[in-house]
């Protein structure tokens, strides 16, 4: 079956970096989109980042030019490199796979979740 596992989270201080990665199994990770998502405490899930199947690339606005999406195919690997933390990045993040190898936004496309990984960024 699917599995999607995040790791690299932790406590950075503002302006700090984190290297968030996921690993996945159980598909044909090459094949489909993938996602980055967040859900800071109080707050409804929100899309950080998509890459597709083909390494097309979507970021939120508030994480343009700080976060960088990849993936490694070759290791079924995904990864979200983050700098210039801001304390409003302080979150929970979750890696996503979708069902479709395009670059898509819709939530509902995205079909399989990790159990996410806890980014607190603090002084």
């Known amino acids: 079956q699917v599995q999607l596992v995040e790791s690299g989270g932790g406590l950075v201080q503002p302006e700090g970096s984190l290297r968030l990665s996921c690993a996945a199994s159980?598909?044909?990770?090459?094949?489909?989109?993938m996602g980055w998502f967040r859900q800071a405490p109080g707050k409804d899930r929100e899309l950080v980042s998509i890459?597709?199947?083909?390494?097309?690339?979507y970021y939120e606005d508030s994480v343009k030019g700080r976060f960088t999406i990849s993936r490694d195919n070759a290791k079924s690997t995904l990864y979200l490199q983050m700098n210039s933390l801001k304390s409003e990045d302080t979150a929970v993040y979750y890696c996503?796979?979708?069902?479709?190898?395009?670059?898509?936004?819709?939530?509902?496309?995205?079909?399989?979740w990790g159990q996410g990984t806890r980014v607190t960024v603090s002084s």
């Open positions: 996503a796979a979708s069902h479709r190898g395009i670059l898509t936004t819709r939530l509902d496309d995205f079909r399989s």
């Open positions: 159980g598909f044909t990770f090459s094949t489909f989109a």
């Open positions: 890459i597709s199947s083909a390494g097309y690339t």
